[in-house]
């Protein structure tokens, strides 16, 4: 029998269950030592090397909020759930170079990234810059609609994002291989049947400097 869902999802993090995730809950996988700088449950990444770190425990079930903040138009970042283990270790202890893990990703994209990238006549169709949901390399998931054109992403169904040098507020809830994003307060994307179901959470660096803060998670049943 699967594990009931609140009904009404605490997304701003307060009541019973809910812990803050500091450095010690997570190990760099492959970003210089210089890439991620904590205090308390805020960490800044200066955005070099692109890389990842990750949660030192697999997870399952949970819910997990994230405030980020883009310091300079057209960033690029992405919080990973249900990051493949045995590829993260691979990646740490260089057996694999991959610069990115496998695992189902919520993109953190500024919104002057779709504008950079139509300077050269390209067509911004396949993503957007308001949390698209979607498996990365041998994960697996089946997005909520609306899609993008290979079906591949979950689109929102609202566009809530604020741009850079503003903070904005990510409730991500994992319940039995399903996926759901809130952003500043309206659930916008998502999917299910995600393959694998379980592993560990991941912060990314991807060549832009940004703040995380109040990084904050509740283990569920």
Same mark, same amino acid.
């Given at each position: 029998?699967?594990?009931?869902?609140?009904?009404?999802?605490?997304?701003?993090?307060?009541?019973?269950?809910?812990?803050?995730?500091?450095?010690?809950?997570?190990?760099?996988?492959?970003?210089?030592?210089?890439?991620?700088?904590?205090? $308390?449950?805020?960490?800044? %990444?200066?955005?070099?090397?692109? $890389?990842?770190?990750?949660?030192?425990?697999?997870?399952?079930?949970?819910?997990?909020?994230?405030?980020? %903040?883009?310091?300079?138009?057209?960033?690029?970042?992405?919080?990973?759930?249900?990051?493949?283990?045995?590829?993260?270790?691979?990646?740490? &202890?260089?057996?694999?170079?991959?610069?990115?893990?496998?695992?189902?990703?919520?993109?953190?994209?500024?919104?002057?990234?779709?504008?950079?990238?139509?300077?050269?006549?390209?067509?911004?169709?396949?993503?957007? %810059?308001? $949390?698209?949901?979607?498996?990365?390399?041998?994960?697996?998931?089946?997005?909520?609609?609306?899609?993008?054109?290979?079906?591949?992403? !979950?689109?929102?169904?609202?566009?809530?994002?604020?741009?850079?040098?503003?903070?904005?507020?990510?409730?991500?809830?994992?319940?039995?291989?399903?996926?759901?994003?809130?952003?500043?307060?309206?659930?916008? !994307?998502?999917?299910?049947?995600?393959?694998?179901?379980?592993?560990?959470?991941? @912060? &990314? !660096?991807?060549?832009?400097?940004?703040?995380?803060?109040?990084?904050?998670?509740?283990? @569920?049943?």
């Amino acid at each position: 029998m699967l594990s009931a869902e609140p009904a009404l999802p605490t997304i701003d993090g307060t009541g019973p269950g809910w812990v803050d995730l500091t450095s010690e809950d997570f190990v760099n996988i492959n970003c210089a030592e210089d890439t991620w700088s904590w205090k $308390g449950n805020s960490v800044s %990444c200066t955005g070099q090397p692109v $890389g990842v770190i990750a949660t030192k425990e697999n997870y399952t079930n949970f819910e997990l909020i994230v405030e980020w %903040c883009h310091h300079k138009p057209a960033g690029n970042s992405g919080v990973f759930v249900w990051g493949i283990p045995s590829i993260l270790t691979a990646m740490k &202890e260089g057996e694999d170079k991959r610069a990115l893990p496998a695992g189902i990703e919520v993109q953190v994209l500024d919104l002057d990234y779709k504008t950079n990238y139509e300077k050269d006549g390209k067509v911004a169709d396949w993503f957007t %810059c308001h $949390g698209d949901v979607f498996p990365v390399a041998e994960a697996k998931l089946t997005p909520f609609a609306p899609l993008s054109p290979n079906k591949n992403r !979950s689109f929102p169904t609202a566009e809530t994002t604020k741009g850079h040098g503003e903070w904005n507020h990510y409730y991500i809830r994992c319940i039995n291989g399903e996926v759901r994003l809130w952003v500043n307060g309206v659930e916008v !994307s998502g999917g299910n049947q995600a393959e694998p179901a379980t592993g560990q959470i991941c @912060l &990314e !660096s991807e060549g832009s400097p940004i703040d995380f803060r109040n990084l904050k998670i509740r283990v @569920l049943p």
